[in-house]
Structure formats: C-alpha cells, structure tokens
C-alpha cells in the first residue's frame, strides 16, 4: 500500500518516522535544487525504452538523461554526510556485505543514494524501489540507474506501479535477495504473502519505520516472522537526533518560516515533554519565551519542573499563550474547546506524531472560517473575529515547514548500514526470528563516525582504567538500561 | 564491616552513593543546628541504663534526655520532605505495611526518621541500628527511641558495638523480621552468616547503597540469595536527582565555600559526560564559564558536542584550564603527569566517584608541598611555586564541602519505602529471589509525590487517549528501555 | 537621491538602518501575501488620471482600484502593531497632533500606512511620498490615497519620478507644512535647498536612518540647521529592538533558511560583541553552538569573557570554524586571506553594518569561481575544491534571508509618532535648532506601549517610594547615562 | 564619623557600596585565614610604643609583630589581583604617581594593601587610615608598617581613635599631602574643615563609595569644591563587575550556604530588573528556577519579557513563591502584607542597596516569634505557624552570606589608581573644581589589564580601519552614552 501518511500508532511519545523526514527533505531539496516539473511528459516510464550508457536496461525510471545532473545532488549530500562516507572509507576494503542481495525500498533522493552506493562499495549487490509515491528524486533515480543499480522508481507512481516496482526489485533471473532494507514495511510483506519460500532464504531485515516495526512486531507475535528483523527506528543515537537535538532546532525554524513570528517574550505551552518536547522547551527558553508544559508522566513532569518550566493542566493557560506546541503522540490533545478559548493570533501547530494531536477536524464547522495565507499557513476566523493561525493543518509542521538537516540523514543511513552488516555477519544463533534493537557497540560506532565533523577527540581507557571499569576498551561502555 | 569510605566500584559512571549523601548532610546539620558534643562523657552507652518516658529500655541510645532536641529536629526535616510526608498521609488508612517487621540499618539522622516513622505509621514495626559508626545524630537516635523505636546506635560505635547494635535489631524475643531494609549490606549478610534460618523467612530486602547492590548480585550469581531483593539505588527518579539534579547545584556550591571562585569567564574541563557531567557542565556554562569535556563513550561525547561542548583529550586544554572536575567512576584520570602541566592556581575536585579519580597518592613526593588553607582545601606547591588547589583531597567534593538537599533525601526514602511496600505486599510468583529495580509505575509514584512542591498540574488520559496510546490511565507511561 | 543601499558609515557598532529593514519587510511581505507585479501595465501613473472614490485626485499611484487589497493587509498589519495601535487609541480624544502638517518620506508598506493614519488620527493632516524608488507596496498605497491621504509614490519610479513625488507633497496649494518626518534626508534637504523659506516655517524634524541622522548632524555641525531635529534612529528601545532582540532571533533564521545548517556541535566565530554581537551570541550558544568572539574593545571583550566565550582574534580559530558572523560596523574584518584558510565548507556572512565587512571583492579572482546555488547564496569554490559558502554577496543576512518582525516596526512608529508629538507641542525654547535624543521620558512611554503584548504589569512607586528615590512617579525613572 | 552602615540614597537602582564589600571581604577572610582575635590585649595601640625593624616609629597598629602574617597575607591576595598588579609591572617604570602624596582612608586588609603598596611602587608616598572602626585587617595593618608605610588603623577603634588616626595622616610635619583616596568621604570632609588650607593644595580626590560620591556633589551644588575629584564609583567596568557579574553568583552562593535551598523547580521573583536584578534573575534561571520579576521603569520591564521572564506586581505572585529576591534600590518594596500572604517556608532576602527594601520592622510585633536558626538566618513564625525565612535581617544578603570575589576587587582598585593617576598628571585646566566620572579610555584600560586572566586576545585596529571608523586605535572606542 502506498503510504502518504504515517498512521502507526504506538505507545511511544512524539515519535517522528524517518519516512517522513525524507519525504520533507526531499520537497526542501526539490525547490532549491531541481527545476519544475511541469515539463515531464506523460509517458509513463514503464512504457518507454531505456538504457544506460553501459547499455543496461534493468532499470525503470523517469528519464534516464537527467542522470548528470542527478549525481551532482548526490555529490553535494555526501558532503553533507560525513559518518556515512566515514563509514564507506573505514569498510572499504573489508568488504563487510560481500555476498549480501539487498531488496531495497525507501525514499529515493540523494541521501539516499548516498546510502544506496555505500551498500554497494562495501560488497552488496541491490536492486531498489521507492517507499512512497511521490517522495523519488527522479534525477537521482537515473544517476543511480546509470551507475548500475536496478532502480525503479518515478514521482507520481499509481498505486499499481508501486507494487510493480517492487516486484521488479524481488522478483529477478539470477538474482536471490538475502536482505531487506525496508522503510513501511511493504517490500517485506509483498515478499512474504507473495514470494514465501524467497522470504524463508532471507538472513535479516533492517526496518526503519514506526509503521514498518509495528508490523514486525505484530508479524512476531503471531509467530509468522521467520527471519531476524533489527528495529533501526529505536536505536539510541538515531532517536536522539531525530527527536531532541532535531527538534531543538526545526520548532524555530518552522515556526518563523511560517510566521515570522518574534519569539522574545512570547507566552507559549509545549503539550509533552519526552524528547521532542525536551528539544522545543529548550529551543523557546533559550530565545526568550515563557513555556509551560504540560504531562502525564509524572517523571516527565518532575524532569519539567528540575529544568525551570512551570507543569500546568493546557486548561490553565490556554486563554494566555501565544503559540502552542503539542509532541506527545497522542491524540485530541488540543481540542476545539481548547481552541474556543485562546486569544486572538495563538499559533497553533504539530510536532509530534501524526495528525492526530489537535482536533482539526473540530474546526471545519460552519462557523469558522479557514483562510489559507500561504503554503502551509491557514487563519481559522471565529465568528467575533478572532484568528487563529493553523500550521500544516496539524500534520508535522517540522516536515511540513522546515527540513531535516542532512546530518541527522546521515546517523539514520549509517545506523541502517550497520544493521545490515550486523545481521548479515552475525554467526548463526545470535539473532533468532525476532524484533531487535541495534546492539549498543554499533549505536556507539555510528555515534564515533560522526565525532570528526565535530573534531572531538575521544579518549581511549588505558588496560588498568578498563579493567578497574571492567569495560573492553572498544565498548561497549554503558549497560543496556542506561539512560544517557 | 562499619564502614568509613564506600570503595565499590561496578561499571556506573559517577554514582553517589546514598550512604555518603546522608554522612555529609548529617555533617553539615551537626555544624549548623547541634551543639558541641565534646562535652559528651565517656561511658559507653553499652553500660548506661536508660528508659524511656513510657518505661521501655529496648534501645540504645548515647542520651535518652537528649529526645526533645531531636524530636525538633526530625519536626523541621519534615517541613523538608513533602514527598514521604505525602506518602504517609494518603497511605495511612491502609496501612500497607501492617505484618511487616523490619530490621533496618541506615544511617541515623533527622531525614532517615521520617523515613522510619513513615514505615511505622504504615503499620510496620521496626529495629534500628546505624550503618555507620561515625554518622549517627545521637539526639535524633534518642527521640525515636522515646518515641517507643528500638534503635541502637550511638556515634562512635567501636567495630564490636557496631556488630553488637545490628545484632540487637536481628535477634530479640518474641520478634521475627520479615523484611530488610539495608544501606551496605551489612544487616543482609550478618544474618544470612549468623541466623540462615530467620534470613528463609525474609519476604524481601531494600538495599540503597552501590556496595550492598554490589553484594546482593554477587550473591545472586553465587546462587546464595534465597530472597527477592529491591536495587533502589538505580531507580529511575532516584537517580536523576542524585546525579544530574543534584550534581547541577553542588558543583556551584562546593567550589565556591571551598574557594571563592569567580566562575565568569574561567575555563574548566569536566571528565565524563554522564548525568553528573551533564549537570556540572550546565551550571558552569550558566553562569558564564568555558567548559571543556572528555569522554571515552562516543555517545556520550556526541551529545556533549550538541549540547555546544568541546570535546578533547585531556591532554590538550591541561595547561590552560582553570578548574578540573572529574566525573567519571574511573581511577587515575588525573594523574601526577597531568597536574605537572597545570598553570598556577588551578583547582581539582572529584565529583565523581570514590577518591579514584585524581591520582592524589602521586602528588604525595617530597618535592611537592602541601598547605591546609582551610579545612577540606589543600593547597600543593611545586617546587617553582606553582600551586595547585585541591578540594577534598580527591574525595567527593559534593559531600565534602555542600550538602545534599532533603528534597533529595525525600525521594530517596519514597523509593525505599515503596520498594518495601511492594516487595511485603506482591502476590506470591511476582518476584523470584533475585534482584530486582523499582517498577517503573512505582518510580512514577514517586515522582507525582513530589510534584505538589512544585504546584505541578499533571493532566489525566482521557479514556480515549489511553486506549489510543495502549496505556492505563494511572500509568505506568512508558515503556522500560524508555531513556527519559 | 534615491538611495538602494544607505552607505552612512558612523562610528556605531552595527547599526541596522530602519530604511533597509523596512525594505526587507517590504520584500517578505511581497513574496507572501501579494501577487505578482509581472502583469502590471508599463504607462507611468504620472500620466494616468485617477479618483479616489470620493473624487479626489490629489495623490499619484500605481493602481487606485488595489485599495481593497492594500486595506487588508493594512489592517492585518495592525493586528501585529500594538503599540502603536495602543497610542491612536490613548491619543485619539487629545488629538495632539491637531494643527500639525507632516511632509513624510519613508517605505510605503502596510506597517508604516499604520503609522501614517495613526498621525492622521491624532489630528495631523498629512502628505507622503516614498524614500526608496522600489520599495513601495502599490495596493498600500492605493489605500491610503482611496482613504483620502495625499499619497506620491509607486514600486519602480526613475530618479525623476522620486523628486517630483516629493515635490508635490511640499509644495502645493493651500497646505503649509510645519513638520517633516524623513527617512534618509532627501525631503528635508529638498526643502532646504529649494524651499528655504517653507523651511523656516517647520517647527521640527524627525529622522530615523543613521544616514539622514548623519547628514542632520552635519547641517548642524555646518550651522545650516534653523530647526530643532530628533534622532530616533539612536532612541533607547528602538535600538535594543533593532540590535539585540531583532537579531537574535534573525541571525538563526537567516542562517536555517539559507543554508539549513544544523546549529547543534558547531564552531562559530562572530566577530564584534556589540548589541549585535551579543545576540548573535547568545542565540548561537542557546542552540548548542561553541561560539567564539573577536573584539578590539576591552570592555567588550571583558564582557565576552564573563558571558562564557572565548575572545580570540580572527586567524587562531579561522581554520576551525564552520560559521562566521561578522557584527563589527568595520570594513575589511574578513579578508581573502582569511578566507583562504577557512576549511571547507565554512559559511560566512554579515550582520553587521553595510556590505563593508567581509572583502568580497577580494573573492571575484580568476582563480576562484562562484556558483549561486540559491537566492542569496553562493558557493565560491578554491582551485583545490575548497567550497566556502557566502551569503548575500556580504550584505546584511537578517535583512537579506530574513525578515523584521512587525513587533519591531511597531516600536519604531511609536518613536516616530511621540517624536513627532513632542517636537510638536514643545514649549517654545525646550528645543533649539539641534538635534535630540528622544527624552527618556518619551523613550519609557514606547516601551509601555507594548508591555500589554506581552501581559506585563508595571508595578507603581508610592508616593512615599518616589520621594525617597527622588523620582516622579511617572517617571523618567533613570539618569541619562544609565547603561540599561 | 566611623560608619558602619552606609545610608546613601541616590537614585540609582541597587547600588552595592565598595565600602560594604570590602568589609564583608574582610570578614570572609578574616573567619578563614586569621586566627581568633579573642587573645589580643587590651591596651590601646596609641598607649604602645612600637617600632619596626628599620626603626621607623611612624604608624599605629595593633600589633606590629604580626607583620610576617599579615605579609603573606597581601602575597595570597596578589595572586588574586592580576589587574592591579600588572599595572604595578606596567608603570613601574614610568613611575606616574612620582611626586604625590597621599592622604588614603579606606578599609584596610589584604586587597587594600595591594592597591597601598602598588600606588607606591608607582612613586607616591602615602599615609593611610582605615575608613571603618571594625574592618581592618591588624596583621595586614602590620605588615604595612613593617614596610614603612605610615600606617594609623586597628580593628575596634573607638570613634576619637578614628578620628585621630586619619588626622595623623593630614597633619604631619615635613609631608604635604597633594591627593585623598577617599572611601566615604571623611578625609576630604575632615581635611576640608580642619585644615582648610591644606585642601587648597590637593590636586585631585578619588572617591569610591555611595556616600562619599553623593557629598562631594552636595559639596559642588553648594560650591564648596574647590579640587577637582573623580567619582570611580560609577566607572563603567567597575559597575558592571560590582553589579551584574558579582551578584549573578553572589546570589546563588548568598542563599546557598544560608539556606542548603535546592534551586531546581523553585519559583522566586526578582524586585528590580536593573543590573543586579538581571544578574540575579540569569543565574536562578540557569539553575532551573522559574522567575518573576518587577519593575517600576517600562523600559526594563521590556527587557524582561524579552528575557523571558513574565512581568508581574508582586502581589500576583506572592502566594506562590518560593523565594523573594529585592534588587531596587528602594524602600518598603516587601511589606508586612506581602509577608502576610506568603506560604510557608518562603526565603526572604535583599541583594538591592542598604536594608530598607524589605520592611524589617513591620515584623518586630508581638504577634511574630523570631528564631535564629543560624548566623545571618532568622526563622520568623507567624501564629498559625507559617515560617518565613529571613536572611541577614534584611541588609544585603550578598555581602552578608557570600563574599566579594578578589577579581572584583581588582578591578576597583586598578579604577582607584588609574583615577589618581589621571588627576594628578592631568594638565591644567583638563578637569575644573567638580566631580567627574572616570575617562572612557581609563575604564577601557582597566579592562583591557583583566583580559590576560581569562587568556583573551584582542583583535587591533588597522590603519585603514581606525580612520573609517573615525576612532584612535588605541582608543576610546566608544562614544560616551553607548550602553553596553
């Protein structure tokens, strides 16, 4: 099924999938870099004929010509992504995914093509299609099709494409995949439901998605996943640029893109506080606002108060703020009551899951007025004149108004990479048909290909500090349940 | 083993022991609130015989007469300890502790009875000695006892009188312990040794210390713990304030008694970046210093970075820092090579762990010259007259020369008191003989205890948010791995 | 002379000219909420015979027939301008510009209309024309004029055009001005040169560019100046909104919008810790930044070092730094040889005064190429494939990749207005022909304007308090020297 | 009149008096280092013959056998003043105080005795008296004296004593004083009324404190002032340091060690949004406090918001809060029914000017009991047994719970030297009988002669940027009314 939304719903707080994150990037990325469009002809891709210039046709994209200008956004994201080039530098000649065949089927941009030929360089062979209709780079596609790789993938697939895509990627002469890198989940349940004794020859799937984990997780319970699986969307070092030090930054961004809005003296109530709260608190504070908080978690909300933000009920302070956030991962958390009662300008917007978090659907009464006063910017005008100022209709206003910088890219491609080698080298018996975490050593090795960018020296435990510490002087360095 | 100095060193980066918390805050009150006690005679209280007003002599106490300062004492340190008052209240009626007998064995202060007169208003009844031959207040020792509590323990216990005062607690007529509540172990292994039979009818022991946790798992390994047992010295809420919230204040607080310093504008490298360097690196930079960090963990040195840190080898900022904290459980981090390079005037603490940290054995050569400015600060002269400033002669520089505050003794005593509730009260199967951490729905009770100090507002799921985020209304919120 | 780019070099550190904020507001407005001009026809409006709809057709713009459109978003524009909303309304029974006859020469935009029909309201008759030959919003204008306001001035006039706007607001029949409110000096110069006699009559003048400032000093310098004049270009609150607060919110979002930099880990080096410098750096430091300064003021610099930061010169950290800020107000602070020795990648940009402090010209050798990768930004690449990423070609980045918030506008209106009202009601001999800072007094009451915006409550002196400080309870409440 | 208490009243907000400082620096040490004074004799120093060991008889001091002591003393202390004693390195060979006598009254103590012996090394002569009966150092008074300085001071003078000493420094034979230091006004005032000829030849006074800065310009408005004299109380450097940067963590230190307070979560608000006011408010904030503040001036109400502090009449908040700090400078700020409505525990305390913030007196009645819990703490309890705690009765908190760093010091007595210099090398007719604040360039100086401690480099002006910004390159850098 080719999702547009991420509707996964787990009990974990303000989680933001990496599917996403790159289908934003990518739209940030479309309007800077690539020309319009509006000139594609309307020839679908798997009518036309093409090759490559070693004379390949194993591949299926928009328009095979674009391909130079295709690898020079390539270019650019590598430089943008330090650990995952680091990492493709360090394996070269190791080779770590000799002999692995990876069914690939993610976003399709230049980070990821970043990605897509690291796999390559350290021994994989791939064959790729896109996770989401509309999210491909189709210069990027046909840079990666002219360097060899089965691609295919095109913007604007119909929903049968999508699965003729991926099909094409699974189902080959001469070529047996033993990987999956999966963002949804889809390339892993096609291969299941439709190619069952493929599946049973997989070695592992690396998954990155809320969505796509909860699947395996559901596919575990009920005893049907036969393969080892690596949650990648959980892992320590991911998560935290995905949700704090992300965050931290993109709540401003999106907000003064959106509004221009001063932020110096501004009233505002962040609902949640794990942390994608954690990072907008901090971010608010640190340009001068007032922010209250609200919680369930009384720890959270102890973690709050230690921090110096007053933990109120939303009731409390709903008529004063001037901006409100909300990152809980839950639903209905601001509803049209709430929203009948803040004062006039409020900014309202999303930066936690989903739609769900304030009822939008609330607002579409007769009553109200929606004005759209640009891209992602609606005032909902209540019948005495008060306006509030709606971001990205209550979708993810960091993905919708900001970008993801290419950095936190690069910790989700390299913690992907890992996965693979880990499960694909692992001696038999380490994993059995389970959902795992990444091991702590590998999130530590991610974490260490990333410390060059910003020329931090780690120091290294002598044999007496190791064995005083009773650490191996590699790491891992922390027990499993630590906090960081 | 009464024990002066807590030498456990498991793979913890920076942990506090809470015995050391409760030795220093009683320090500091003793200066502040009680009188000399060098009048004090020198009868052995082995010998006195005392009674109290209601006519019983089961206790052993320095001074019986002394209970009307000490019950002014344990009066003021509940204004203090609005958490575990709050517990006291709300669980009166139910007196969930009705059957449990305890021998307990902590230190012996105003905080520690409130802790004991919670457990008793709770329904248990108790036996108290002092795990500490140094640490007790002997006023407050003498107002529990008139206060009908069969506590032995005095300041200045011999070794014998030590083992004398525990075995007191263990073997008395017509009394069975059931439970243990332990700081170091020493109540656990004196009667696992000496009465195996009574240790069988144990339902449970808490232990706060590292030492005693350390203990309990060697036991656990060796097959020889035959009962469940509750590690509250890594709760959750615990932790965090005894590391990252606590850590924060004290590191401003010691070095300014110790020495005047002026923070703005100093230079200061903190080794380790775990919860303790965290909130030592966050005070310092608030209140305008430069701060430099070492890590040996690349996680741990990443999230340094993006919380704006420069990351180095020690090696590299040595000659120009102007304060060096250490925070990283590790032994000989700073050695003699390290302090030959510092400039003039530079101070050394230790806010990590045991007195490891700083090779402080090295600067103990005939050509250095150690002054005592005042107590708890020593000043090192080299032989060209530099001068190196050396707070607790690498002790743990929070203890020695701040306090801990009782907000934070508060949580403590929550977390054992519902650890003892839990363990009396589980259904049989709920726990094996092992050792186990806090529940987490537990860790969240004490935290919303707590939160009434803060005026804190939690907000309640509403049914239908608990069942979209699969969770129960009063909790637990999270999952285990959850990192906070 | 119609001025693109105010080159007034005074020895202010860092000045912000209220000319090009209002320009760059303009420009973000235009892009947002206006539509194209492309379809705009080529006659000149000094050729087109219009009427208002009450039959007037003293005024000369592009379009009468926008007026609807340049109403609402003047009256958006209000919405975001409290203050001086809040002046019309506690002025308007006074009316204390009753008499007054104001020749302005500002931006014609939505916020200065606002300021324009405020002195309207306060019984000011008014004729206006613009300071900038492209800055004007066509349908604002329309709506001014279709209001009734004698309004000259239209987006894209010749040099010709411009005088002769002006021309026709001093001069024409039956209207003797007795006010100028400039921006730049042209009117004011204008009516010197042409008109002296007209001159004579003005009771004040009231200039807000550090341009026409400097050339009011000069008059006066030159004894030529026969009115009283009012800098509020140099006012207290102003310049702490236009520096400080204005930029450090501005500094982030210029540099996010143009290059999507991730803040968190990097190395920046701002150089200059004035009011500009000061927020750079504290917004910088507050999103995880190590961020070091450069200074040639020893109090400054002093100040740096108690703030936390580094001061160092430009060559020790220009190999280390991923960011560079220049906020100096001097030419030639970043030259090419500096620029040689960044690494890659490094971003560079000005926000300070001008387009004098990075040596751009020095970057347009053979030897190095450009590419504009964006608007507003261009990679300059080394022979060797060094990238050094500059923006705005070296001309003010908040202006140029961000926008002023109306907050701000707001607070300079109300400067101009009670400047205005002051210079007005002045008892004869308060003012000589010099020119003034806004009395404190007046400076206190802008500031008071907006404290509602913010839900802030002024606590009052009683008269007790008043005569024991020696303050009037209405204040000033300071000396004139304080420091703020 | 031997002060104890200054009682000055400018309108200056939350002024902290050099005298004050110094005094309570004096305690701080004086309980550290120095022995207990309880074994010195009772005989008057005027009674005792005493000689040092180059014979000189020419002083009174306590004791001069204490010289060795008190010498080291003045050592430690150099170490901690690296400004003053770079310029003494600086100028020693210029020797530009050759030629002036001195008449100094001013505490005396370690800090003193650096700024005694460095205008000495710079070639004046001196003779000096303490300025309070209770502060000076004895051993340090001895050490002076044993190095020939004329010295007349001990701790416990009586107040003919006072006077008597500071007329032995006047009125000697051969020794023409031509220059005061003066530090609250004495000595000018004695000199002036008793030796009124004597004043005549004086070339210049500086002035330090409050008090004496408010009677030398009763003395001008009345004019009396026949030399001119330069106010260093208000130098800018001096005031910063005095202000913003001591009490940013002389607040923190004050209710620390008074109160063991943990800051984390506490609500506090801040009387006063002035320098002190921002000091104290940044540090509580950077410890997790949620502050309030009040204001009477709109301008720093401004700033507060734009700090993100909400801005509120102290009876909106005073139910709440945990914690009261006064920064006014005013009278009567915190009244008895603003104590009424406290909650319990509530932490009061005055870092403003003098002990008239708080209304002290309104809690002198019959219905409040006062407990001293603690030197400088008093627990006062209301009937229904609320408790409100109050530091250093109401007289500021920082002085009497924390102390003056030596760095702060330092800057004060480079400001005293710098004046004396200036004055007396000043060519005539540069400075008229009148007072005057210190030269720009001077305070640049200071400054720029404190950067080496924090190793901070200061950028130098070319050529061609001195002349475009108009200034000198050597400075001053500033016009006189920048801010900061």
Tied chains: 1, 2, 3, 4.
Aim: aromatic letters at 8%; glycine letters at 6%.
């Amino acid at each position: 099924m080719p999702r547009e939304e991420d509707e996964g719903h787990l009990a974990y707080p303000s989680e933001v999938t990496a599917a996403r994150q790159t289908l934003a990037r990518m739209d940030s990325r479309r309007s800077s870099y690539t020309g319009s469009s509006s000139e594609e002809d309307e020839i679908s891709p798997r009518e036309k004929s093409q090759r490559n210039s070693k004379g390949s046709s194993d591949f299926c994209v928009k328009n095979i010509s674009q391909s130079a200008f295709g690898r020079r956004e390539i270019e650019i994201a590598e430089q943008e992504m330090p650990g995952i080039v680091a990492l493709r530098k360090r394996a070269a000649d190791d080779k770590p995914l000799k002999g692995a065949k990876i069914v690939g089927c993610t976003h399709i941009n230049a980070q990821t093509a970043v990605l897509i030929e690291t796999l390559v360089e350290l021994g994989a062979s791939v064959r790729w299609a896109a996770c989401n209709i509309f999210s491909t780079q189709n210069e990027v596609a046909a840079a990666l099709a002219e360097a060899g790789q089965p691609v295919f993938a095109w913007r604007g697939e119909s929903e049968e494409d999508f699965w003729w895509c991926i099909d094409r990627c699974i189902n080959t002469e001469n070529w047996q995949p033993n990987m999956i890198l999966d963002d949804g989940g889809d390339t892993t349940h096609l291969m299941l439901k439709k190619y069952p004794a493929m599946f049973k020859m997989i070695k592992g799937i690396c998954e990155e998605s809320v969505t796509g984990v909860h699947r395996l997780y559901q596919l575990s319970k009920a005893g049907k996943l036969t393969v080892p699986a690596m949650n990648v969307n959980d892992s320590v070092t991911k998560t935290m640029f995905d949700n704090l030090y992300s965050c931290r930054e993109s709540i401003i961004d999106s907000l003064k893109r959106a509004t221009d809005v001063m932020f110096g003296g501004k009233q505002v109530v962040v609902c949640g506080y794990g942390e994608v709260g954690k990072g907008c608190c901090q971010a608010l504070k640190g340009l001068g606002c007032t922010v209250y908080v609200t919680e369930i978690d009384p720890v959270c909300a102890l973690q709050a108060c230690m921090d110096g933000f007053r933990v109120v009920k939303l009731s409390e302070v709903i008529r004063q703020v001037d901006i409100l956030v909300t990152a809980t991962g839950n639903k209905n958390v601001v509803t049209r009551d709430h929203m009948d009662k803040m004062k006039n300008g409020t900014i309202v917007c999303n930066m936690g899951h989903s739609n769900t978090e304030i009822d939008v659907n609330s607002l579409r009464t007769p009553d109200l007025t929606w004005e759209k006063v640009r891209s992602q910017v609606d005032h909902v005008l209540w019948p005495d004149g008060k306006r509030i100022i709606l971001l990205a209709e209550g979708r993810l206003v960091n993905l919708s108004c900001s970008s993801v910088p290419s950095f936190v890219v690069s910790i989700t491609s390299c913690t992907q990479a890992l996965a693979l080698i880990e499960l694909f080298n692992a001696p038999a018996g380490r994993y059995k048909s389970d959902v795992y975490l990444l091991p702590k050593k590998m999130d530590e090795y991610v974490a260490s290909l990333h410390l060059p960018t910003f020329d931090a020296h780690l120091t290294e435990l002598s044999d007496e500090q190791a064995k005083y510490m009773g650490l191996n002087k590699a790491g891992p360095f922390k027990p499993n349940y630590y906090r960081y």
